[in-house]
């Protein structure tokens, strides 16, 4: 097929449709708002429905409806935007629903700006909301992988019943690249006998619930979900590593920012420092075993993470580094996207230039 | 070889438009391609500009800190961006409205009246045509065939005339270029 030129936001919406999503609730903010402006154009053409809902509270809730009786159901927001979602999706991890929630990150703390940001890394993956639930989350460096993740994404929540958030920047949302339409591996799905979607007298009622107000039925849930999340560790985790196969540092950086770490990566050679990339594309399940093993490599003097934040996956890199080898940080948080230049600097201060 | 343009101008001028051809044109030759535009503070304020990037190797970041070609359609633009330009590199100056020249002496510059051209052509919005006409006979990165191809796609129906238009507009500025 050939390629066609998309952009970021339009793409994802796009790949929802061909994904079989029917249904979009949401509610405006940049750097996203053409994911909702295209639904709000495509959706009624494929029999769908788009409502622009009087608040992401509202949108949310609209989500956990439509997913609740089956649908294939999608909203997407930024970072302010999705903070005020986070009661929403909480009670669809916990009634077990296949939603997808797409971040299209923007600086925050508060209402911050509308300039790329990676700062959600810890909503998206520790759950802005209460209780112990975990979301799926992708997190795509280009549009072709977006659209790509954004159709898997539908497959994976319907596998699990759980909600994946696609967490990527308002530099992904914005750009236009030539992408190929192509579809996800074949899933077997399993039937939603599940939803409320009416019995027709032939059957009990289903019931979508997240209270259990038995500590004891709250506590068997709990053990459910966790059982799930296990399967999910084990077949979900995906990660990209490039670069040179005994460096001496380790990059780990994911979404617009391993691209600028892989630019990077192409000055540290020019200046003798061989280098690695590690991508994680799933950052929950993360990619713990692989970072491990990469940074394990008695080549290997250190790992560098570098985020557009201040500082939040890597947490995750230190737990799967787990002290073998030391884990530095280099970030640009409040929406400033980090140059190739200042990873280089940072790099040589670690490892020394030659 | 890797083209890594900036294009910038006041909100309204078909900057973004001159980037989404170059972009598309550059798809349509086979080459990689990345477009990113500005759509922040300094775009509400009135100035836009995006970044286009063409390879033929993968592109590895969209983002473009020292362009290898300018096209600054206003003053602020060829004020802000001209000391990034890369040495040997190219700036293209809408001299209908910045009446300044640049002052690298390691690039290459030229001069387009775009909007005296286009209202010569009769048509005030092919000005950033005549830009891109311009562009294109600079750096021969893409051919106008190709633009042509996606102008008989955009224009049908009553809107078909504006094809030979465009064409002409491309000629015209292509025609500045020494």
């Given at each position: 097929m050939a390629k066609e030129l998309w952009k970021g936001n339009e793409a994802v919406a796009q790949a929802a449709i061909r994904a079989g999503c029917k249904y979009f609730f949401g509610y405006p903010i940049t750097p996203q708002n053409e994911i909702p402006e295209y639904f709000s154009k495509h959706l009624p053409l494929v029999g769908g429905c788009f409502i622009q809902a009087e608040s992401e509270i509202a949108a949310i809730n609209m989500v956990y409806g439509a997913a609740g009786s089956g649908a294939r159901v999608m909203t997407s927001s930024s970072s302010p935007g999705i903070s005020l979602k986070q009661e929403g999706i909480t009670y669809i991890a916990c009634a077990e629903l296949p939603a997808v929630i797409v971040n299209m990150m923007r600086g925050?703390?508060?209402?911050?700006?509308i300039a790329p940001s990676q700062a959600d890394y810890f909503q998206a993956t520790r759950g802005g909301?209460?209780?112990?639930y975990r979301t799926v989350v992708l997190a795509p460096a280009t549009i072709q992988e977006a659209a790509d993740l954004v159709q898997e994404a539908f497959d994976i929540a319907d596998y699990y019943r759980n909600p994946v958030v696609v967490l990527a920047d308002g530099m992904i949302g914005q750009m236009m690249e030539a992408i190929e339409w192509r579809d996800p591996k074949k899933r077997e799905l399993p039937q939603?006998?599940?939803?409320?979607?009416?019995t027709f007298d032939k059957r009990e009622h289903n019931i979508i619930n997240?209270?259990?107000?038995d500590a004891g039925d709250c506590t068997v849930q709990n053990k459910k979900l966790e059982e799930k999340y296990r399967a999910i560790t084990q077949n979900e985790i995906r990660y990209d590593l490039s670069g040179d196969?005994?460096?001496?540092v380790v990059l780990v950086a994911y979404g617009t920012t391993s691209r600028i770490a892989r630019a990077a990566c192409i000055q540290l050679k020019e200046k003798g420092i061989k280098a690695s990339l590690f991508r994680p594309i799933t950052l929950w399940p993360f990619p713990e075993k692989a970072l491990h093993d990469e940074a394990q490599?008695?080549?290997?003097k250190a790992v560098v993470t570098v985020e557009?934040?201040?500082?939040?996956?890597v947490d995750d890199v230190k737990i799967a580094v787990n002290g073998i080898k030391p884990v530095e940080f280099f970030g640009t948080g409040g929406g400033t996207i980090p140059t190739p230049q200042q990873i280089v600097q940072k790099i040589v201060t670690v490892v020394g230039g030659k | 070889m890797t083209h890594e343009i900036i294009i910038s101008g006041f909100?309204?001028?078909g900057v973004m438009a001159i980037g989404k051809s170059i972009a598309e044109a550059g798809m349509k030759e086979g080459m990689d391609v990345s477009w990113l535009p500005s759509y922040g503070p300094e775009m509400r304020g009135g100035t836009a500009n995006c970044s286009v990037v063409l390879s033929h190797?993968?592109?590895?970041?969209?983002?473009?800190?020292?362009?290898t070609e300018l096209i600054a359609m206003n003053k602020p633009s060829l004020i802000k961006f001209e000391p990034a330009v890369t040495a040997g590199g190219l700036i293209l100056v809408n001299s209908s409205i910045i009446e300044i020249k640049t002052t690298r002496t390691d690039v290459t510059s030229a001069y387009i009246p775009c909007l005296e051209i286009a209202t010569e052509l009769g048509n005030l919005k092919v000005a950033n045509m005549v830009m891109l006409g311009a562009y294109i006979e600079a750096?021969?990165?893409?051919s106008v065939e190709t633009i042509r191809e996606m102008l008989v796609h955009m224009f049908t129906?009553?809107?078909?005339?504006?094809v030979e238009l465009n064409i002409e507009a491309l000629r015209r500025g292509a025609a500045c270029i020494k």
């Open positions: 925050g703390p508060g209402l911050g700006n909301g209460n209780g112990d939603k006998t599940w939803a409320a979607n009416g997240s209270l259990f107000i196969e005994e460096p001496e490599k008695p080549s290997v557009m934040s201040m500082g939040q996956m | 909100g309204g001028q190797n993968p592109i590895i970041s969209p983002l473009v800190q020292n362009p750096t021969k990165v893409v129906g009553p809107k078909a005339a504006l």
